[in-house]
């Protein structure tokens, strides 16, 4: 069979559709896991270091133990990816606190239940060269109800899924979320706007993710002389700001051109977010391993 991915679980790889969960599992029955997604161009993981590090401090957040050594995890994605023949695409990391057998609330002995791991790679040709970079996406906003640790990265993810569905009902192509009159971040990236020049972007704190991609876009932007605003700002700001964009490991930098039914700036993809956008893949590229 063609397109048949090789997978790993739990210490093996294996054809996907030999690859086995068990039911008992606490990523399956209370969304008990965390996850990383990181790119691929060229064949090349972009920013490994800072999605291991980030993985880290999600389990350790949750006292939650990976059996296996981030030094194993790199091993584990360069090999999928050679395996896969993926050259622009990316790898899905999960770890869960594993299979004790029944279901119960309190978390498992790590003794005696090992962390589940699961990986497995996504191709998607032409990702860096993607249509949607050059005519912006459409967003509309809606309220943010997800719990209050947003700086962990679970895989409890039915709301951010339900408001990409809400999102496409509105014939738009993804969601800013809002609490308390400001924006935190996308259902699956950060957000930012810009106005005179200046990036303006949510804080790090423990209502949102804090993205890779956000701290080397932020990085990049400063080498570049850029000025950056660390504050929430609101869909109203937003909507009267030269430009508007997101960040992301899957879609890197990727320009915001409507909010709500209102156009944001000239309506069309905007010089800083191109310019970031085009800083960022070079940057990786070159970093890449
Ligand atoms: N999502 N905020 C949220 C809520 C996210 O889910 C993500 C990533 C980000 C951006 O983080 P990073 O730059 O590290 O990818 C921000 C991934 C891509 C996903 O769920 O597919």
Known sequence: MTNMRTVYVNGEYLPETEAKISI?????LMADGVYEVTSVLDGKLIDFDGHAKRLQRSLDELEMS????????????RELVAKNDIIEGMVYLQVTRGAPGDRDFVFPDPEETPGSVVLFTQSKPGLADSPAAKTGIKIISIEDIRWGRRDIKTVQLL??????????????????????????EG???NAYIVRGGKIITRELSNDILHGITRAAVLRFAREAQM????????????????????????????????????????????????????IYLDESRKAAI
């Open 24 to 28: 008992f599992d606490r990523g399956f």
């Open 66 to 77: 990976c059996p296996v050594s981030m030094e194993e995890l790199l091993a584990i994605h």
């Open 159 to 184: 709301y951010p899924s339900m408001a990409k569905m809400m999102a496409k009902k509105a014939g738009c192509d993804d969601a800013w979320l809002v609490e308390d009159g400001v924006v935190t």
């Open 187 to 189: 259902t699956s990236n």
């Open 227 to 278: 000025v950056i605003e660390e504050r929430a700002f609101t869909i109203e700001e937003a909507q009267a700001a030269d430009e508007a964009f997101v960040t992301s490991a899957s879609t890197f930098v990727m320009p915001v051109v409507e909010l709500d039914g209102s156009p944001i700036g000239s309506g069309a993809p905007g010089p800083v977010a191109a310019r970031l956008r085009e």
